[in-house]
């Protein structure tokens, strides 16, 4: 069944005046439960203004939200497997890597550890998330967009909202409805990971480093994760430095320990460091090369990132790769059949009709590069001119070329700080996100778990949806049995 819409959780619009008063409240409540971000315009490091929301939860199916959940696990062993599969990484990152300096040089990075024998023996720590559309087309069943291995955000933020939605749903007379609101349990749940990782370290005197920007917008987020295991683990030290600073800093002792402060760093914990500009000399790459040296246990280490490449993303949808990692059955189908078209820009055959295909109907195609964070992808007419213009340069092979997800409309009201209130009910799109939490090396795997999710809601005509960015809102699934 294909529904182009999927209905609101409380019929929609609300009354004006009751609209007004549910919105003021909703903010309050935000603000209160920091549920906010640093003003990008106005920064100043005393203010935190409300983080854009959605008023009410969105709806989602159940059937797909439950088999989103379920696959978490799956998808964490599938990416950690890519990850310690050394000729694979280099197969799939050859192409891009002569195009690609960011990618290259984090590959530089891996192939020097990997000499000097040190990433495979080592513990990782993955807090990845898998993120989905529904396909309208398809029944509106859940298709990946991407898997993110470094800096996966939100999770704390979007582990407050359903509280606010619960207390907005009753104030407005529908607390019957909260029962179709899951839990969201993603803070403690990626918590819980680094604080496995600093167990599994075993040094008592070690400490936590969160390696940061050197402006952090999203500051209630990181937060969120160091007052969560301050407070559950309190004898745990947590430091915020910059790549610069680490490289100022830290050095790395006889026994191969990144050394801050004189004590041992157990996780090293990247909410930067994922895009070029958070690198904007040596001295960060330096750094970078220092940690992934160390014995600490990086969040991500250098080959769950480049795990987390869209290249091998492209590449894990030809055939027979899943086999390849999975072996067949079911698991692997149902791997299979959350993947949407993706297709290789390489100089080959079906490099050459990818390039033809996208040409002929820009609508059809998404054209990504190796990049994250948000705002790299091009839409539509865009890339119809990309593509004409790299066609018969090897800039192209930076690129994999994937089929649009058209997801169903659902309405509501988005919250936005400094936004006229109340807001007019518009048509959204929601995108879900899966947390996932795995630690192992190579042969061994200790730990791996679905921790929780995110729901980010945009407008249905945006092309992207980055809340930071300022385009998305943040949401709360509310689950539809269709
Ligand atoms: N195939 C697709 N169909 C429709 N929309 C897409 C598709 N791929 C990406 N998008 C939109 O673009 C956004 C960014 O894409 P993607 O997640 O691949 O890039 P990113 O730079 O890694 O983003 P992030 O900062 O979320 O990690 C997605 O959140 C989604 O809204
Ligand atoms: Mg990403």
């Given at each position: ?10 019929p ?23 549920v906010g ?6 920064f ?17 199916p ?10 978490q696990?799956?998808?964490n ?19 891009a ?13 891996w ?19 898998s993120?989905?559309?529904?396909q309208?087309a ?7 967009v ?7 955000s ?9 509280a606010?939605?619960?207390?907005i749903?009753?104030?407005l007379?529908?607390?019957d ?19 496995a ?11 936590i ?32 430095k ?13 026994k191969?320990?990144?050394v ?22 040596v ?21 769950y ?11 894990l ?6 086999e ?13 059949d ?7 820009l ?8 990818a ?16 990049r994250?964070g ?10 119809r ?5 790299m ?6 092979a ?16 988005v919250?936005r ?8 009910v ?19 795997i ?12 945009k ?18 699934p ?5």
């Amino acid at each position: 069944m294909s529904q182009a819409r999927l209905a609101s959780c409380v019929p929609l619009p609300i009354e004006h005046k009751t609209l007004v008063s549910v919105v003021e409240k909703a903010k309050d409540w935000a603000l209160m439960h920091g549920v906010g971000m640093r003003d990008k315009q106005h920064f100043n490091k005393d203010t935190i203004q409300i983080a854009p929301f959605v008023l009410l939860p969105s709806p989602f199916p159940r059937t797909e939200f439950t088999k989103a959940v379920d696959l978490q696990p799956v998808l964490n062993e599938l990416m950690h497997k890519v990850a310690h599969d050394d000729k694979f990484l280099e197969n799939t990152l050859q192409n891009a890597l002569e195009v690609d300096d960011f990618t290259a040089k984090l590959y530089d990075i891996w192939l020097k550890v990997r000499e000097e024998g040190i990433a495979q023996s080592q513990l990782s720590l993955g807090l990845f998330r898998s993120d989905y559309l529904m396909q309208k087309a398809d029944g509106n069943r859940i298709k990946q967009v991407e898997f993110n291995t470094i800096a996966s955000s939100f999770g704390a933020l979007t582990s407050n909202l359903p509280a606010m939605s619960r207390y907005i749903l009753k104030q407005l007379g529908y607390g019957d409805m909260i029962k179709n609101m899951p839990e969201n349990r993603a803070l403690s749940g990626l918590c819980s990971g680094i604080t496995a990782a600093f167990d599994l370290f075993g040094v008592s005197d070690a400490i936590i480093l969160f390696v940061v920007e050197e402006v952090s917008y999203n500051i209630c987020d990181q937060r969120f994760h160091e007052f969560y295991i301050s407070e559950t683990r309190p004898e745990l030290q947590i430091v915020r430095k910059t790549l610069n600073e680490i490289y100022e800093e830290t050095s790395i002792n006889e026994k191969g320990q990144l050394v801050l402060d004189s004590k041992p760093v157990a996780v090293v914990y990247y909410r930067s460091g994922y895009e070029p500009a958070q690198y904007p000399s040596v001295r960060e790459w330096d750094a970078r090369l220092r940690v992934e040296r160390s014995t600490a246990i990086k969040c991500p280490s250098i080959h769950y990132q480049l795990a987390g490449t869209k290249k091998v993303q492209q590449a894990l949808a030809e055939p027979g790769v899943l086999e390849k990692f999975m072996g067949g059955g079911t698991p692997t189908e149902r791997v299979r059949d959350i993947f949407t078209g993706l297709y290789s820009l390489d100089f080959d055959e079906s490099g050459e009709r990818a390039v033809e295909m996208a040409i002929a109907d820009t609508e059809r195609f998404v054209l990504k590069p190796q990049r994250e964070g948000g705002g790299n992808n091009l839409y539509g007419a865009d890339v119809r001119d990309a593509l004409l213009k790299m066609r018969h340069s090897r800039e192209r092979a930076a690129y994999i070329l994937m089929e649009r997800i058209l997801p169903p409309l659902v309405s509501g009201y988005v919250v936005r700080p400094g936004a006229e209130v109340p807001p007019p009910v518009t048509d959204l799109v929601s995108e879900l996100g899966i947390f996932g939490v795995i630690i192992g090396t190579k042969d061994k795997i200790y730990c791996n778990k679905q921790v929780g999710h995110m729901l980010r809601t945009k407008l249905a005509d945006a092309n992207e949806g980055g809340v930071a960015a300022g385009l998305g809102a943040l949401d709360s699934p509310y689950l539809l049995d269709l």
